[in-house]
């Protein structure tokens, strides 16, 4: 008997550990464990009493909420990212890099001080889908860990944009979008990769130098504007022939600060109340771009007004938000109401001049790795002779000859006699950086908040007229209260005034 029921124990050993070898490698190769594992989540979930905090992407006035950005920034560093059920893949800022995003609707799990909190993903119904985080931690945890695990989040987040040190560039949307009328956010970011710093960019270096001492003043200036009961926003006005970089140098400056850039594109906008909108969604350390404004001034191709242009610059409206810096370009400030020009309103111009010999010879530089050449000589002696053409002009006849300095020289020499025939006497020359003066006039003195403090250069020639200074030779033009790193061009445009 005792045999009969060992054999029967074997038999059944013999039968029942294939199948369970068969049932574990079912789980193995398989979701069903992954599955087992969420059920028995599920049910301890439905034990808990749970709260939920929502973050959402953008406040009342559709401004966008900074803790928003700084939770997206915080989930991507969630390993368990990767084990929800969907999740998006974007490239970063360098080729080789992958993000993963949250999809929408969808949740992740984080662990902080023991407790087990949640993130969802929650998308509005509402046409432009206005998206928010909800946290969800259970509520006998949440006086223990909110604040702790909130500011863990805003270490962590801050920790991973500095590596990154990341600009976006804000583009304005067409359409709706004002606060109370139920449209979504007129800002599109996307990353922002323009190669330009302020190292890159030609320009005069004494020039270059003041630039950055001006923007590195303002960036610890925070409590002296508010002594003095002024909004924390600088101001410059980049004005210049095409091609002589203005952009360029815009783009260098946001990098240089580190700041996001909101480009306004005022044939976008309908009319003064949507261009208050657009600036009340921007966001504080950010520098607005305003291109070419002398240009939509004259053509006026939208209801936005003078005014409401002169509101957005420095009016009640622009008063909304702090650390920022405003940037506008022309092709000619002249041609424009000095009432945009005027001190206060501007804080720094900035002239761009076409290219002089000193610019030619950075140029040549950077683009062909060139200190000095045969041909310098006979370049520089066209220079003087009047002849100019653009930064840009210049830059991509030496991209397009790189693989030849000799022919590339040949090239812009070709280019330059072509242009000098009615061009010397009609450029201005010299990069001028200067405090804020408006337009032609008498002597116009910079408001005390003005780092530089220059008078106008047509005041200059007056002086020069009365007191016979032209008679000294072309080497002395503008030589009194103007930085210029045309002064030894001559004379040659005085005629000009």
Same mark, same amino acid.
């Given at each position: 008997?005792m045999?009969?029921?060992?054999?029967?124990?074997?038999?059944?050993?013999?039968?029942?550990?294939?199948?369970?070898?068969?049932?574990?490698?079912?789980?193995?190769?398989?979701?069903?464990l992954?599955?087992?594992?969420a059920?028995?989540?599920?049910?301890?979930?439905?034990?808990?009493?749970?709260?939920?905090?929502?973050?959402?992407?953008?406040?009342?006035?559709?401004?966008?909420?900074?803790?928003?950005?700084?939770?997206?920034?915080?989930?991507?560093?969630?390993?368990?990212?990767?084990?929800?059920?969907?999740?998006?893949?974007?490239?970063?800022?360098?080729?080789?890099?992958?993000?993963?995003?949250?999809?929408?609707?969808q949740?992740?799990?984080?662990?902080?001080?023991?407790?087990?909190?949640?993130?969802?993903?929650?998308?509005?119904?509402?046409?432009?889908?206005?998206?928010?985080?909800?946290?969800?931690?259970?509520?006998?945890?949440?006086?223990?860990?909110?604040?702790?695990?909130l500011?863990?989040?805003?270490?962590?987040?801050?920790?991973?944009?500095?590596?990154?040190?990341?600009?976006?560039?804000?583009?304005?949307?067409?359409g709706?979008?004002?606060?109370?009328?139920?449209?979504?956010?007129?800002?599109?970011?996307?990353?922002?990769?323009?190669?330009?710093?302020?190292?890159?960019?030609?320009?005069?270096?004494?020039?270059?130098?003041?630039?950055?001492?001006?923007?590195?003043?303002?960036?610890?200036?925070?409590?002296?504007?508010?002594?003095? /009961?002024?909004?924390?926003?600088?101001?410059?006005?980049?004005?210049?022939?095409?091609?002589?970089?203005?952009?360029?140098?815009?783009?260098?400056?946001?990098?240089?600060?580190?700041?996001?850039?909101?480009?306004?594109?005022?044939s976008?906008?309908?009319?003064?109340?949507?261009?208050?909108?657009?600036?009340?969604?921007?966001?504080?350390?950010?520098?607005?771009?305003?291109?070419?404004?002398?240009?939509?001034?004259e053509?006026?191709?939208?209801?936005?007004?003078?005014?409401?242009?002169?509101?957005?610059?420095?009016?009640?409206?622009?008063?909304? /938000?702090?650390?920022?810096?405003?940037?506008?370009?022309?092709?000619?400030?002249d041609?424009?109401?000095?009432?945009?020009?005027?001190?206060?309103?501007i804080?720094?111009?900035?002239?761009?001049?076409?290219?002089?010999?000193?610019?030619f010879?950075?140029?040549?530089?950077?683009?062909?790795?060139?200190?000095?050449?045969?041909?310098?000589?006979?370049?520089?002696?066209?220079?003087?002779?009047?002849?100019?053409?653009?930064?840009?002009?210049?830059g991509?006849?030496?991209?397009?000859?790189?693989?030849?300095?000799?022919?590339?020289?040949?090239?812009?020499?070709?280019?330059?006699?072509?242009?000098?025939?009615?061009?010397g006497?009609?450029?201005?020359?010299?990069?001028?950086l200067?405090?804020?003066?408006?337009?032609?006039?008498?002597?116009?003195?910079?408001?005390?908040?003005?780092?530089?403090?220059?008078?106008?250069?047509?005041?200059?020639?007056?002086?020069?007229?009365?007191? /016979?200074?032209?008679?000294?030779?072309?080497?002395?033009r503008?030589?009194?209260?103007?930085?210029?790193?045309?002064?030894?061009?001559?004379?040659?445009?005085?005629?000009?005034?």
């Open positions: 008997m045999g009969l029921d060992n054999e029967l124990a074997l038999f059944l050993a013999a039968a029942v550990l294939p199948a369970a070898l068969l049932v574990l490698r079912l789980l193995y190769r398989t979701s069903l992954h599955k087992l594992a059920l028995l989540q599920s049910v301890e979930d439905r034990c808990y009493v749970y709260q939920y905090y929502k973050i959402p992407q953008h406040n009342e006035h559709l401004q966008e909420n900074q803790l928003y950005r700084k939770v997206s920034t915080y989930l991507t560093s969630l390993p368990s990212l990767e084990d929800s059920h969907h999740t998006n893949l974007f490239s970063g800022a360098r080729s080789n890099d992958i993000v993963l995003r949250l999809d929408s609707d949740a992740v799990a984080d662990r902080f001080l023991s407790a087990r909190v949640s993130w969802a993903n929650e998308k509005g119904g509402e046409p432009e889908g206005r998206r928010a985080f909800v946290l969800k931690i259970r509520k006998k945890d949440k006086r223990r860990v909110l604040q702790p695990y500011q863990h989040v805003f270490q962590v987040s801050d920790e991973i944009e500095q590596k990154k040190n990341e600009v976006r560039l804000f583009m304005n949307l067409d709706g979008g004002r606060p109370g009328e139920g449209g979504g956010p007129r800002w599109r970011p996307v990353p922002f990769t323009h190669p330009a710093t302020i190292d890159t960019v030609v320009m005069d270096p004494e020039l270059k130098s003041k630039v950055k001492s001006d923007l590195e003043s303002f960036l610890k200036s925070k409590q002296y504007y508010h002594r003095l /009961g002024r909004v924390w926003k600088r101001s410059y006005l980049l004005h210049g022939a095409s091609g002589t970089g203005k952009s360029s140098f815009a783009a260098a400056l946001a990098k240089f600060l580190g700041y996001d850039i909101y480009d306004v594109d005022l976008r906008v309908a009319d003064d109340s949507d261009l208050k909108a657009l600036l009340l969604q921007t966001t504080a350390r950010s520098v607005i771009v305003v291109e070419d404004l002398d240009r939509f001034l053509k006026k191709p939208t209801d936005v007004s003078l005014s409401g242009v002169l509101s957005f610059m420095d009016g009640i409206i622009s008063c909304c /938000g702090e650390e920022r810096v405003m940037v506008f370009t022309m092709n000619g400030k041609r424009v109401d000095q009432a945009v020009t005027r001190p206060g309103r804080d720094v111009h900035v002239h761009f001049p076409l290219c002089d010999f000193s610019a010879k950075g140029l040549a530089s950077n683009y062909l790795g060139l200190k000095e050449h045969k041909l310098f000589p006979q370049v520089e002696e066209i220079f003087q002779a009047g002849a100019r053409l653009s930064p840009a002009h210049i991509e006849i030496m991209i397009a000859n790189r693989s030849s300095p000799t022919r590339a020289l040949k090239t812009v020499i070709g280019a330059l006699q072509s242009s000098s025939e009615g061009r006497a009609a450029t201005k020359d010299g990069a001028t200067t405090g804020s003066r408006s337009g032609r006039g008498g002597n116009e003195t910079a408001e005390p908040a003005s780092v530089f403090c220059r008078e106008s250069v047509h005041t200059v020639r007056e002086f020069g007229k009365l007191y /016979g200074l032209l008679k000294l030779g072309s080497r002395r503008d030589n009194s209260m103007d930085l210029s790193s045309g002064e030894k061009e001559g004379s040659k445009h005085d005629g000009q005034s």
